[in-house]
Structure formats: C-alpha cells, structure tokens
C-alpha cells in the first residue's frame, strides 16, 4: 500500500472509521491492554493512535504518545477521553522523531496491516522502546488456513488500494505476522502468540506480544 492512499482513504474515512470498525473487526482493547502490565510513570507509544479507540483503555498515571499522519484521525482521537496523561502529534510510524530507548512500551493495535512496511515500521519501533520493553499487538493477519487464504487472496486488491469498506479503510488482508515476527531477523522475544482463526475472513486477527531484545 502507498502512502498517499493510506492518507486520502483514512482522511476521508475517519469519521465512519469507528462504526466500520465496530461492525467488522471488534477487539477486546481494554483487556488487551491490561494484560501489558503498564505502570504509573511508564512512557507508553500508541503506535498509530488512529481515532483514539484505546485511549479510554490505559491506566492513571501512564504517559502516552500517540501518533498519526491522518489530521482527521488525530482531530477524532482528541475527542476522547483517558485516565492517562495523553499527548498526541502528527508522524508517520516509519521514521519518528523520537530519540532512541525513549519509551517503556508499546500498543500497536490494528496498525501495522495498513502501514507502507511493516518491518520497517516495527523496526523503528524497536529503536524508540527500551530494551527489555513490551510491544503490544492486536491486529488483523493472514489465516492459516488454506481455505480462508483463498478469500483474503480475492478481497485483497481492493482492500489494499480503494479500501473495504472502500473509501473508508485500507488494509494489508494477506498480512503476514509468521513472516514479520519469525522470519524477518528482528531482534525480539516472543512472550505470546495467540491467533484468532475464523471462516469468516474478515475475523482473522492475533494477539501478540513482543520483548524488545536488542
């Protein structure tokens, strides 16, 4: 997926974006980010903060960046509200203006299946986050099942160029976490891998979580 599509497609979608989201991909959030164990003080990045759907999720006390290149995402993610301390910036998730070791972890929820490079994207997040730091992700991905493959191979075109829903979101439907996480040589630990399989392709995710290693 290129850039400029993502930007067009998520500007002009963003106000349908929760809906959609809603209807086709429900995620356990608040649970999700429970389980990462954040803690009163830790520097936490929302990578990409999209609409602001987690924010409402992350405990008191925690410090969260979270990061955009959609203005009319941001503009949405400000409307809600959070027991955290939240700042939001707009930057692009390949090449943040961050120093490294900057942050004691990671959420990254239904991001990196509609980025331009996701190696690229999770290595710069490797770079910003402390060694020894978790990086959350909840996420869409590609089956292991053959036969649902079949149908993320059709849907695939047009949900990675015009959207699908079209004009409202692009992703990656043949997204490939056993290719990024194992096979990629990224410096990281895996402390969990759950994959959530369905026959319905639109209801293939994972859940995973990473110990940055470097």
């Known amino acids: 997926m290129q850039k400029d599509t993502i930007l067009t497609v998520y500007e002009n979608g963003a106000k349908a974006y929760e809906e959609i989201m809603a209807k ?4 356990p959030r ?6 990462l164990g954040f803690k009163e003080g830790d520097k936490v990045l929302e990578a990409v903060v999209g609409t602001g759907l987690d924010l409402p999720f992350f405990p008191r006390g925690v410090y969260v960046t979270g990061i955009d290149i959609t203005l009319g995402m941001l503009a949405e993610a400000r409307k809600k509200e959070s027991p955290a301390n939240v700042k939001l910036r707009e930057m692009d998730i390949h090449s943040m203006d961050f120093p490294d070791n900057y942050f004691d972890g990671v959420v990254s929820t239904f991001t990196l299946c509609v980025v331009d490079n996701p190696k690229k ?11 020894g730091s978790k990086i959350g992700i909840l996420d869409y991905c590609k089956s292991r099942n053959p ?7 059709l849907i695939s075109y047009h949900a990675g160029n015009i959207g699908f829903p079209k ?6 439907s043949l997204m490939d976490y056993d290719r990024l996480i194992y096979n990629s040589g990224l410096i990281v630990e895996v402390v969990s891998d759950k994959r959530i399989e369905n026959d319905n392709p639109f209801l293939t995710g994972c859940s995973i979580i990473l110990r940055n290693n470097k």
């Open 24 to 27: 086709y991909w429900p995620a």
């Open 30 to 35: 608040k649970e999700f980010i429970a389980s």
């Open 121 to 131: 994207a999770l290595e710069e997040t490797l770079r910003v986050t402390k060694a």
């Open 147 to 153: 036969d649902v493959i079949k149908w993320q191979e």
């Open 167 to 172: 004009d409202v979101i692009v992703w990656n």
